[in-house]
């Protein structure tokens, strides 16, 4: 079992840059694909990134990329979402996840997540 705790979000101007944080506690990070996600009011949660759980390999949402990057600092165990470029579209809470399943093809499906962070809230102000 893993826990989640994201950190980082904020208020941002159009055109600025926040970085993403989510802590693991539990087992090593590296047995996890990470992904996140985000939903904003009246809209269902989609995918926004997923990194896999030790070669790299990651997956994005057209929406994204480019402009966001995610990645895994194993040595403090934590997955980071850096947004750079960011649109007033972005706003949304934004929600760390995990899954200890391997996969050809990273999930990017919500249900294919068990564990799953409290959420951080960005706001990117036009």
């Known amino acids: 079992q893993v826990q989640l705790v994201e950190s980082g979000g904020g208020l941002v101007q159009a055109g600025g840059s926040l970085r993403l944080s989510c802590a693991t506690s539990g087992r090593t990070i590296s047995s996890y694909v990470m992904g996140w996600f985000r939903q904003a009011p009246g809209k269902e949660r989609e995918f926004v990134a997923a990194i896999n759980k030790s070669n790299g390999i990651t997956s994005y949402a057209n929406s994204v990329k480019g402009r966001y990057t995610i990645s895994k600092d194993n040595s403090k165990e934590t997955a980071l979402l850096q947004m750079n470029s960011l649109k007033p579209e972005d706003t949304a809470v934004y929600y760390c996840?995990?899954?200890?399943?391997?996969?050809?093809?990273?999930?990017?499906?919500?249900?294919?997540?068990?564990?799953w962070g409290q959420g951080t809230q960005v706001t990117v102000s036009s």
């Open positions: 996840a995990a899954t200890g399943a391997s996969y050809y093809v990273l999930p990017t499906n919500p249900r294919e997540y068990r564990y």
